[in-house]
């Protein structure tokens, strides 16, 4: 019944259909939700003030409940204050980190304008966001998209969101010579490591990851010893493994 998508990037430049045709009619049942306008990058001022309007819709569409429920999954206990305030309308009192406000306004315009059966295009999602809250995201779209019988569409680079998603629902899309593929992960993601994903679906190889091309430039130059004292001896497991399998292949001490 609705299109809606979703983009926090200040690059975006794709056109928006229009709403009516010559006649009047609507052509399109289609929402945008992001930091963008006709005229350009939304500012923080313009951000509350399209929270605030898209706030009181959701009361008119008596969807507070709905709205509040789903903020409260998407918040963190620190900032349950900051939904009491707005659910009060004391939009003056709100004060939110720009990540915050962008993430808590688009929320708030996408249940004001919802309908059964929408589908919802979100475009990387992790932009702006803390780690704990990209998880937040995936489980309000849960319960999001259940409440209104919906369906969403990702197209992300981060492995934690692939981490809280079931391999059937993913698919690679991999270019090479202008070529276009698309694959599925030969592993299951849902619940998967980050590592396992970054090996599988994003084909990090030995050497894209930075912290490799070090360590092994260090073990030609310094003793095993030497290099987990200049770690303090907090060296993750994996780049334990990868240092020690340095000394083996050269032969060092």
């Given at each position: 019944?609705k ?6 990037s ?8 229009p ?11 289609y929402?945008?939700?992001?930091i963008?306008s006709e ?9 509350k003030?399209?929270?605030k309007n ?12 709905i709205w ?5 999954v ?14 009060n309308e ?6 939110l ?6 993430l ?11 309908e059964?059966?929408s589908i919802i295009?979100?475009d990387e999602?992790?932009i ?8 937040n995201v ?10 209104f019988n ?9 492995p934690?969101?692939l ?6 629902y993913i698919?690679?899309?991999d270019?090479s ?16 490591s980050i590592?396992?994903i970054i ?6 190889t ?9 360590l092994?430039?260090l073990?030609?130059?310094k ?8 770690f ?11 240092l ?6 050269e032969?060092n001490e």
């Amino acid at each position: 019944d609705k299109v809606m998508s979703i983009s926090y990037s200040a690059f975006d430049s794709f056109r928006k259909p229009p709403e009516e045709n010559n006649d009047g009619r609507t052509v399109f049942s289609y929402v945008y939700c992001g930091i963008q306008s006709e005229h350009g990058t939304l500012s923080l001022g313009q951000l509350k003030e399209n929270l605030k309007n898209a706030y009181m819709q959701v009361k008119a569409r008596q969807r507070d409940t709905i709205w509040l429920n789903i903020l409260s999954v998407l918040m963190e206990e620190e900032h349950q204050r900051t939904v009491e305030l707005i659910a009060n309308e004391q939009f003056e009192d709100v004060n939110l980190s720009s990540g915050q406000q962008i993430l808590i306004c688009t929320i708030t315009e996408l249940i004001a304008n919802i309908e059964n059966e929408s589908i919802i295009l979100f475009d990387e999602p992790e932009i702006h966001l803390h780690p704990n809250a990209i998880s937040n995201v995936l489980r309000m779209f849960y319960k999001l998209l259940n409440e209104f019988n919906s369906y969403a569409i990702f197209s992300t680079h981060s492995p934690l969101v692939l981490q809280e998603i079931p391999s059937r629902y993913i698919q690679i899309l991999d270019r090479s010579d202008d070529i276009l593929t698309v694959r599925r992960p030969d592993i299951e993601c849902f619940g998967n490591s980050i590592n396992n994903i970054i090996h599988d679906v994003f084909d990090v190889t030995n050497n894209e990851s930075n912290f490799k091309a070090i360590l092994s430039t260090l073990s030609q130059q310094k003793t095993y010893q030497e290099i987990l004292e200049m770690f303090g001896g907090k060296l993750g497991l994996n780049a334990l493994i990868f240092l020690k399998n340095c000394y083996s292949t050269e032969g060092n001490e």
